[in-house]
């Protein structure tokens, strides 16, 4: 390894990797336990991080916390509060149940299916906060819980985003730190892999949930109501929040290319409906959409997994994996495949990505690897364990806690343990079908 990571490795005292550990399991179980707020239970365990002097109060807000994804979350929170109102939601759900004529299974089919498209075009976070609204107002109307929805399009997002550069945290992360890895190499590598597994997934996720749907009744009443109360919204209202719906999705398509961070885009397409789409005696109302509980809950838990990183538990792992693959490339990228999808879905994919990075860097200059190209499976590995193990748990993603929370402030919460038990299995056949197309596959397309 590098001297980086050697220092940081001697730096971290045995008392104080011990009390990592320690905390961050803690904070864990309390999470799944679900007894108290998430956010109380993260921030205390961030705090002790700090007193301990296990993360350093600077680093901690410089380096790990991601202010980009709480910007992001806060924009776009607002502004998916804002064209609610507009009845635009209304609008796009009486017409999805209608396309689908009002069958529970096919609309859970195509709603996943978006969810997928939605997130490989702008990122998972940004996928749900759209399509969480659509299905809990969807739901009531075909007369069956909207859980199955909600947990379905989690996991296609998950695996959605993986196939592109901005579709998830860690990809952008990935390919931020190399050049040579375009928003075309990872669809044209990555793509056909999240097609394959997101077709098989879909499929098991309608035998899953087969039973829960089947007996579901559209309620007409329910139906009228909807088709008036969107008649009823203001028709100019609805198509300036339709605008700057497409402009911001627009705007995350080609923020790469224009030099300006999607949180910018949120944020500046919620300034937009806020001065534009609402009248001024809203605002409160728009502020209130912010997930605050959520939002300090992922300060409180960026903090956490920053300890781990530096007492160094990551960096320990990454090492034990080079000498158990005696520095052979292909087992190497199987088991950063395995492992990233682990360690994603216990902690938190993007904080696990930072610090992988220079672990893989460090890897091709051990390995004497002249062309970054040559280190490429290893990257793709990264990638593909990253993204699609952050689908396992609610706290792999912020996206997948994000629909949680939402769920739950509409009364139509789930247990974490209910996520986990679809969740956990999926995620691992998914790592499975792509550890067969790293192995098999990739040596083709080098």
Partial sequence: MGNGTTEQLAGASDWQTISAVVIFLTVYVLVIMERFKRSYVALSGAAVMLLLGIVDVPKAFSTYIVWETLALLAGMTILIGLVHRTGLFHFLALKAVMAVKEKPMLMLVAMTFVAAVMAALTDNLTAMLVMTPITLLIAPILGVTPVPYLISQIIAANIGGTATLVGSLPNLLIGSANSHLTYGSFLVVLGPAVLAILIIVILLLAIVYRGRLRDGEPNKKKMKKFDSDRAAADPLRMKIGAAVMILTLTGFILSESIGIDKSIVALIGAGIMLFAGVKPVEWQ??????????????????????????????????????????????????????????????????????????????????????????????????????????????????????????????????????????????????????????????????
């Fill in 285 to 446: 109302g728009a502020i209130k959409h912010v997930e605050k509980d959520m939002i300090l809950f992922f300060v409180g838990f960026f903090v956490i997994v920053g300890g781990l990183n530096e007492v160094g538990i990551f960096q320990k792992i990454a090492l034990m994996a080079l000498q158990i693959t005696n520095g052979e490339l292909p087992n190497l990228a199987l088991l950063v495949l395995g492992v990233s999808g682990i360690a994603s879905a216990t902690t938190d994919a993007a904080s696990y990505t930072v610090m992988m990075i220079p672990f893989v860097q460090e890897l091709g200059v051990q390995l004497n690897i002249a062309s970054p190209h040559d280190l490429n499976v290893v990257w793709w590995s990264l990638a593909l364990g990253a993204s699609l193990g952050s689908g396992g748990t609610l706290t792999g993603s912020p996206a997948n806690a994000v629909v949680a929370a939402l769920a739950e402030r509409e009364g139509k919460g789930f247990r974490y343990s209910s996520y986990l038990k679809v969740g956990v299995p999926v995620a691992l056949l998914s790592l499975l079908l792509a550890g067969l197309y790293v192995h098999y596959v990739f040596p083709l397309i080098q």
